[in-house]
């Protein structure tokens, strides 16, 4: 017992030294920044939940002291809590029907990590104002200030319309903002995980990512998501905090699906290669990933293509 003590005290220490190395305003700081949740999964994976409890606590509790509430709210409701339960469950397991260990499927972590990131965001919105007109013109002051625009015009290359650019900006960062933290948990939980299972400490199996799986429901969800984009005022912006981190989970499912599809085709690599190359450069085909991932959890696409056996590589 003493040991998960110190050990989640220990972690506490460098997750608040990592919240807190933004303050320090370096480039460097912001990488910090993003890794805040890892010794809290690291604590968490390794020793147990309450280890990873007493890290995020214990971070919450330094932050608060040294920097204010703001500081303790915004550590605790952003990054403590997420990567707790985050790990928390990752650690479930129940007997299965052939004797051993079902674990937690890491399909509905990555959606647990969708859902806990528009929340962030959500909440993070709501200390802006209680209607989207608020928000708006609290992002847009933001904005203007982080762009040095009360002073005057600015002068941004190839931008002829600041005011317009700014307001695109102001609509676009929530969704954005939701994307960002969505993938810090994901990706610091995958980190973590790795961590742990070099260490020797990780107590459940590394788990095929390729044969993730969604419930139906999370289809079901993103399409009332996105629908209610359209609806107007605060539940609209609300709405697509939601839509845009259960596309992203998706986008993940359907790359899990495109890495086993391809699984014994010649020129994986290169192939696995170019899809995501194009994703990161356009942007844009990681909707048709997405719609991917919608098409195999409807129609379980991977499971007809385990009937009819993966193609062959050429000779075999």
């Known amino acids: 017992m003493m040991q998960i003590v110190l050990v989640g005290i220990g972690a506490g220490v460098a997750a608040a030294l990592l919240f807190a190395s933004v303050s320090s305003g370096v480039l460097l700081s912001v990488l910090l920044f993003y890794l805040a949740p890892l010794p809290v999964m690291i604590a968490a994976l390794g020793w147990s939940h309450w280890s990873g409890l007493v890290a995020a606590l214990t971070a919450a509790a330094c932050l608060g002291l040294v920097f204010g509430g703001l500081f303790f709210l915004a550590f605790l409701l952003g990054v403590a809590v997420p990567a707790w339960w985050l790990s928390y469950l990752a650690l479930l397991g129940r007997p299965a029907a052939n004797g051993q260990l079902e674990w937690y499927p890491p399909g509905r972590l990555v959606l647990w990590a969708a859902v806990l990131g528009a929340l962030i965001i959500a909440v993070a919105l709501m200390s802006y104002g209680a209607d989207e007109h608020a928000i708006r013109a609290s992002l847009r002051?933001?904005?203007?200030?982080?762009?040095?625009?009360?002073?005057?015009?600015?002068?941004?290359?190839?931008?002829?319309?600041?005011?317009?650019?700014?307001?695109?900006?102001?609509?676009?960062?929530?969704?954005?903002?939701?994307?960002?933290?969505?993938?810090?948990?994901?990706?610091?939980?995958?980190?973590?995980?790795?961590?742990?299972?070099?260490?020797?400490?990780?107590?459940r199996p590394w788990p095929d990512l390729s044969a993730m799986t969604f419930p139906p429901l999370a289809a079901a969800a993103l399409a009332v998501a996105v629908a209610g984009t359209i609806i107007p005022d605060l539940p609209g912006t609300i709405a697509s905090l939601f839509a845009a981190t259960l596309a992203l989970a998706f986008t993940i499912l359907g790359f899990a699906f495109l890495h086993a599809a391809t699984r014994n085709i010649a020129g994986r690599p290169f192939m696995l290669a170019g899809v995501y190359g194009f994703v990161l450069i356009l942007g844009w085909p990681a909707l048709v990933i997405a719609l991917v991932g919608v098409g195999e959890t409807l129609f379980h696409w991977r499971t007809r293509l385990g009937k009819h056996g993966p193609p062959a590589l050429p000779g075999g």
Request: no cysteine; net charge positive; proline share 8%.
């Open 141 to 203: 002051a933001a904005l203007e200030r982080l762009l040095r625009l009360q002073d005057g015009p600015v002068a941004l290359p190839g931008v002829t319309d600041p005011d317009r650019l700014i307001e695109l900006m102001a609509a676009v960062l929530p969704p954005m903002a939701a994307l960002v933290a969505a993938i810090t948990q994901i990706f610091n939980l995958w980190l973590a995980g790795r961590v742990v299972k070099l260490s020797g400490l990780l107590r």
